[in-house]
T-cell receptor, first 114, second 111 residues
Framework: DVKVTQSSRYLVKRTGEKVFLECVQDMDHENMFWYRQDPGLGLRLIYFSYDVKMKEKGDIPEGYSVSREKKERFSLILESASTNQTSMYLC?????????????FGQGTRLTVV | KQEVTQIPAALSVPEGENLVLNCSFTDSAIYNLQWFRQDPGKGLTSLLLIQSSQREQTSGRLNASLDKSSGRSTLYIAASQPGDSATYLCAVDTGRRALTFGSGTRLQVQP
């Protein structure tokens, strides 16, 4: 079974803090993704990575950065957390095979910025 | 830009009913379409993936169909159960590796 594990289920941080969200997958997938999910807005792509040290901006990258130093780990960084970054964050991974890129998701991290 | 729409946004049915959830997308140039289930406060669980060359996929009481030319997919749930209550999301892969999601259909199955 594919496993995508996010380091925290719930986080509470203060405005201005630097926040790290960690994600690890155990299936040797090339692609990894960070989405955020908000009521009425659905899932929106923040960043994704298709290889170690490679990254591409998604639809809403502002205020975020990412790091992928190892294939199995993809970190989302909030450089200076703000209240509008309060959200559910979801990490996903998928293999590279075109047409069969079934995505697998972690359990989500509910981040509250106060 | 690809847009994915799911109708209805919410649905409540009595236990035992067969039901259909709808998903439409604006750009038919997709690699595949995936249906997910999400329980409250949890991550997404993959239910079915239909490749662009396929017309349908089945898993247990679930059947998903794909009509690329019309930009539509349906998820059919047979003999619904209270345990099926969840939000169902469809998502398309347009080749950029990341998925574009619909807003979901929130399903409540009444015992």
């Amino acid at each position: 079974d594919v496993k995508v594990t996010q380091s925290s289920r719930y986080l509470v941080k203060r405005t201005g803090e630097k926040v790290f969200l960690e994600c690890v997958q155990d299936m040797d997938h090339e692609n990894m993704f960070w989405y955020r999910q908000d009521p009425g807005l659905g899932l929106r792509l923040i960043y994704f990575s298709y290889d170690v040290k490679m990254k591409e901006k998604g639809d809403i990258p502002e205020g975020y950065s990412v790091s992928r130093e190892k294939k199995e780990r993809f970190s989302l960084i909030l450089e200076s957390a703000s209240t509008n970054q309060t959200s559910m964050y979801l990490c996903a991974s998928s293999p590279t095979d075109t047409g069969v890129t079934e995505a697998f998701f972690g359990q989500g991290t509910r981040l509250t910025v106060v | 830009k690809q847009e994915v729409t799911q109708i209805p946004a919410a649905l409540s049915v009595p236990e035992g009913e067969n039901l259909v959830l709808n998903c439409s997308f604006t750009d038919s140039a997709i690699y595949n379409l995936q249906w997910f289930r999400q329980d409250p406060g949890k991550g997404l669980t993959s239910l079915l993936l239909i490749q662009s060359s396929q017309r349908e996929q089945t898993s247990g009481r679930l059947n998903a169909s794909l009509d690329k030319s019309s930009g539509r997919s349906t998820l059919y749930i047979a003999a619904s159960q209270p345990g099926d209550s969840a939000t169902y999301l469809c998502a398309v892969d347009t080749g950029r590796r990341a998925l574009t999601f619909g807003s979901g259909t929130r399903l409540q199955v009444q015992p």
